[in-house]
């Protein structure tokens, strides 16, 4: 699969950047506005699915690789509990709000506050996103192998038997 | 009022034609139906958080399910189904009816959320303290990543750990290592 025509391609790298912004701005605002973790990493996920579907597999996986791509989404999970871990050690229990209780504030309304919310919303974007992409990527990667040996025998089978 | 029940009846007609027909790229389509007019329900009961979540999701679900079902050998259903197999759904659906009934009778009227009936219903809590105690302007951030963050590392588990088993199962090497040993 090498990709689709030259409007298509030219469209989807003008627009990718304005999706994967956007997605960087759910993240970044989820504790100020709707949106957040989860829904900010699927549109950052669903932007290298249009890349995807218009430049081919190849070329995202060039881009983005798939080893790349598992460590971030390790980094997202490790942050989140970091983060957890941190509210035992700094606040005195599990997932307390210890930023915003007792080192930084804030102003309310402002991006800069609630603490450890904005740190958790960015780790679950990258995680999700991440996650994501990882199962859009090895699931068009997988096919069931016609050409196999004797162990794929099943597929082999059928096919000469209509022959 | 109104939009409510047009929706619904379009979710539902929209199910009923994804079980009902053969094409299977028809019934994905009408599947991305029913999610899309989910979204629209959620924005019209004033939840944009989960109506952004929910379209977002959708959209990613459409475009694998479509791709999943383009280039594969589409698998028709023939044949009678099996006597058993009708008689054991029917009657789990009854009993899922008959619990469901009983459910419905216990809940609060539509559109009247339950913490408007008891005062120390602890989403009453949430509204009136929750930017006081978290500082998030947004009181679904609050709730999710500071209330109730045991349940978002839940699901962040379940999440993480079924992208590994999806990795593990569907990755290309797995096959050459297997095959090496005998070669």
């Known amino acids: ?163 | 009022m109104a939009v409510f029940y047009i929706l619904l009846l379009f979710m539902i007609i929209a199910a009923i034609i994804a079980v009902e027909t053969s094409d299977l790229l028809s019934s994905v389509i009408c599947v991305g139906a029913i999610g899309f007019g989910g979204s629209l329900m959620f924005l019209f009961l004033r939840a944009p958080d989960i109506a952004i979540t929910q379209i977002v999701v959708e959209v990613l679900g459409l475009i694998i399910l479509l791709r999943a079902t383009i280039s594969r050998d589409l698998t028709f259903i023939t044949g009678d189904r099996e006597f058993f197999g009708t008689v054991v759904s029917v009657v789990i659906i009854l009993v899922i009816c008959l619990a469901g009934i009983k459910v419905v009778e216990t809940l609060p009227d539509f559109g009247s959320a339950i913490f408007t009936k008891v005062p120390e219903a602890a989403s009453q809590t949430y509204i009136s303290e929750g930017l006081a105690k978290t500082g998030a302007a947004n009181l679904v951030a609050s709730v999710i990543l500071d209330f109730r963050a045991y349940d978002t590392l839940g699901e962040a588990t379940v999440l993480f750990t079924s992208i590994i088993g999806a990795t593990v199962i569907l990755r290309k090497k797995a096959k050459k290592m297997v095959e090496d040993p005998d070669e």
């Open chain 1, 1 to 163: 699969m090498k990709g689709m025509t030259v409007v298509v391609k030219t469209i989807a790298s003008w627009v990718k950047v304005l999706i994967f912004l956007f997605g960087i701005y759910i993240i970044i605002f989820g504790h100020l506005t709707p949106g957040g973790g989860f829904a900010g990493g699927v549109i950052l996920a669903s932007s290298y699915v249009l890349l995807m579907l218009a430049f081919g597999r190849e070329f995202v996986e060039e881009n983005l690789p798939l080893p790349l791509a598992s460590k971030l989404d390790c980094v997202g999970a490790f942050l989140f509990a970091l983060i957890a871990v941190l509210g035992l050690v700094l606040g005195g229990s599990f997932f307390v709000n210890f930023l915003y209780q007792k080192y930084l504030p804030g102003q309310a309304l402002n991006l800069i506050s609630a603490g450890t919310i904005p740190l958790s919303n960015i780790a679950i974007g990258l995680k999700v996103g991440a996650s994501l992409f990882l199962v859009i990527l090895s699931l068009s990667m997988f096919k069931p192998d016609l050409s196999g040996t004797e162990k794929d025998s099943s597929f082999v089978v059928n096919t000469t038997e209509k022959e």
